[in-house]
């Protein structure tokens, strides 16, 4: 009976114990190869091997590098800097405004670039701190970071790599075949019965799928060059997925402008609507590569009545052929649709600096209150300070993340000081005393792969090696490491409180920031006079958008609220300043009727406004 029970537990568990054992070899294995190598602090490369163990073997080799620059740039930087002082005070200055400036230049960029700044900033005082507690092995510490690293790397990759699978790719396409489908269905319907309470649910269902598919590419396309290449095709797809939905969403207020009276009876709609669901079935079937030459008989009709949408309709169909073929047709992309598939794109500036000086103002009050007191333990406590405040800067909800991070930061150091205190103490060899904390280590991997502790598991195996510290001869009072531990998880628990009280940011503020700037955007645009800069402009708010659909989607109990808002934030910058003109072939004087027309224009102006108004005060109500 018990062993049919462990029989079944262990067929139910299997995919998380083989993870665990791949991450505890990955990181005995980065330990001994350090050791052999007589690195300084061998445990750093042990760590870094349970770091960079990533789902999918595109992201291992993308994090891995990146790590590995953000690591070296950051090591050359603590060297540097206190080969220059010794003074607690200068050492304060310098890493708080170095930290400020990593942590700032991160919140701009994205994915694994963002992370290669933020391990410049948390290495930058780790090594630093670490040099100043320890001025004879500076220079081993700085050097040794960078191999333990890099070693830590080259572990966790021959140990996990080849049994860590690649991303399917092809699934994406799948999933953009199949939303395109649904948004021409969405349009047939929109045009034979015009934009009902139906209507509006499938406008909203489709944007969250393809904000959804949006915030996946870089996750998928990571460690792929060739991915990357073909990155800007599922882009401009998306691209035009949103604009074709945007005119159709306005055309059902401006029929008036497309077709007179008598064409623009209930029986013509409900005909030119049959023709456009005949193209996403042919779509949803699969045959969009085979079908082309029919489709345009179709766009030809519809471009009969409605020029603008079939124009759009077609750049869609084009657009999805080129992804499933690769046919190329990218290359013969409008200078108009080579911005939006490339879309520039950054973050909030407001909110970059926000969080440049709560990392300034939190690692300068640290660093003061460590210089006036002499605070032996200071150093360590700016260390898990400068991690925190820097690695997870970019998270939606930082509060939760780190909240969750305090409580496994704080059962590692517990077991860690029990450890040092109880086992370690006999144990004389570097690698008996490495394989000691062999247990431990896979209880917090397996941790690691149950979606419900991973968090707080990962910086409990973390905080249970650092405050361990195997292979290091260094040999201190009880009292020190229990000072040391409590330091740690201090500074753990000092980030949290600058998140939540000093400048704080959680996904409420960063929507609202979102709203800001996308609203900002749409005052700007109709001012705006050079076509590249009015593109860039409407590119930038279709990623704020997506961005803000995606948050929403995560975090707002009233999100259908916000993705109406983005949708009309959409059909806003499509109509406003003339922008059909510049993405379609119509007339001059067609392209200035409309954009100047209140019709759609307005009515999407005033949508969002209502809307995000709606919003605000919603949320004035319910805080939470």
């Avoid at 930087?77 to 005070?89: D, K």
């Amino acid at each position: 009976m018990i062993l049919t029970m462990i029989s079944k537990w262990l067929r139910h568990h299997r995919q998380q114990l083989l993870f665990a054992l791949r991450g505890t070899a990955a990181a005995l294995s980065g330990y001994l190869m350090a050791l052999a190598l007589h690195l300084e602090c061998p445990y750093w490369a042990a760590m870094t091997a349970l770091i960079v163990i990533q789902p999918t073997r595109g992201l291992l080799f993308e994090k891995s590098l990146y790590r590995l620059v953000g690591t070296a740039t950051g090591a050359l930087a603590g060297l540097l800097l206190l080969s220059t002082t010794q003074s607690p005070w200068l050492l304060t200055i310098a890493l708080s405004m170095w930290i400020g400036c990593c942590v700032g230049i991160g919140n701009l960029l994205f994915s694994m670039r963002s992370y290669a700044c933020m391990m410049a900033g948390m290495t930058c005082t780790i090594v630093a701190m670490s040099g100043f507690l320890n001025p004879p092995h500076l220079y081993g510490i700085a050097f040794g970071r960078i191999a333990d690293v890099l070693v830590g790397i080259i572990a966790a990759t021959l140990v996990t790599a080849l049994s860590t699978p690649r991303q399917s790719r092809d699934e994406v396409a799948n999933q953009l075949e199949r939303i395109t489908a649904q948004t021409v269905h969405w349009l047939a319907y929109v045009l034979g019965n015009g934009r009902d309470h139906d209507a509006m649910d499938l406008e909203q269902d489709l944007l969250i799928e393809i904000a959804d598919i949006d915030g996946q590419l870089d996750r998928i396309g990571a460690g792929s060059l060739r991915f990357k290449k073909h990155k800007r095709r599922y882009q401009h797809l998306i691209a035009m997925q949103l604009t074709l939905m945007t005119f159709g969403r306005n055309v059902t207020t401006s029929f008036h402008h497309d077709i007179n009276a008598e064409q623009g009876d209930s029986h013509w709609r409900s005909r030119l609507g049959q023709h456009v669901q005949q193209v996403a079935d042919k779509i949803s079937q699969g045959q969009t590569i085979h079908c082309l030459e029919e489709m345009k008989t179709t766009v030809e009709e519809i471009k009969e009545k409605v020029p603008r949408v079939a124009t759009r309709l077609d750049d869609v169909v084009k657009a999805l052929h080129d992804v499933l073929s690769h046919s190329g047709y990218i290359h013969a992309m409008r200078p108009a649709d080579l911005c939006s598939a490339r879309r520039r794109v950054c973050r909030n500036g407001y909110e970059s600096l926000r969080a440049a000086l709560r990392a300034t103002l939190a690692i300068g009050v640290v660093g003061l209150v460590w210089t006036l007191f002499d605070w032996r333990q200071g150093p360590m406590m700016l260390m898990a300070m400068s991690i925190m405040l820097s690695i997870f800067s970019t998270k939606e909800h930082p509060v939760s993340f780190v909240g969750q991070i305090f409580i496994g930061a704080s059962i590692g150091s517990a077991l860690a000081v029990a450890y040092r205190l109880f086992i370690l103490p006999d144990i004389h060899q570097a690698v008996i005393a490495g394989l000691a904390l062999t247990p431990m280590i896979f209880l917090g991997t397996y941790a690691m792969s149950c979606r419900r502790t991973a968090i707080g598991a990962t910086d409990a195996t973390l905080f249970f090696i650092f405050i361990c510290q195997p292979g290091t001869p260094v040999t201190v009072v009880p009292a020190e490491i229990i000072l040391a531990a409590a330091a740690m998880v201090s500074g753990v628990g000092s980030a949290w409180l600058s998140y939540r009280f000093l400048l704080p940011i959680n996904p409420l503020l960063r929507l609202r920031a979102l709203l800001q700037a996308t609203n900002h955007d749409l005052d700007v645009l109709p001012k705006t006079l050079e076509p590249h800069r009015c593109q860039r402009l409407q590119a930038r708010i279709h990623h704020r958008v997506i961005r803000m659909v995606v948050l929403a989607n995560q975090y707002d109990r009233n999100h259908r609220v916000l993705v109406e808002a983005g949708l009309a934030a959409l059909a806003a910058s499509t109509c406003l300043h003339g922008q059909l003109h510049a993405n379609d072939h119509i007339s001059n004087q067609e392209a200035a009727n409309f954009a100047s027309s209140p019709t759609p224009r307005d009515e999407a102006l005033a949508l969002f406004h209502t809307t995000t108004s709606q919003w605000m005060k919603w949320h004035q109500l319910n805080p939470s």
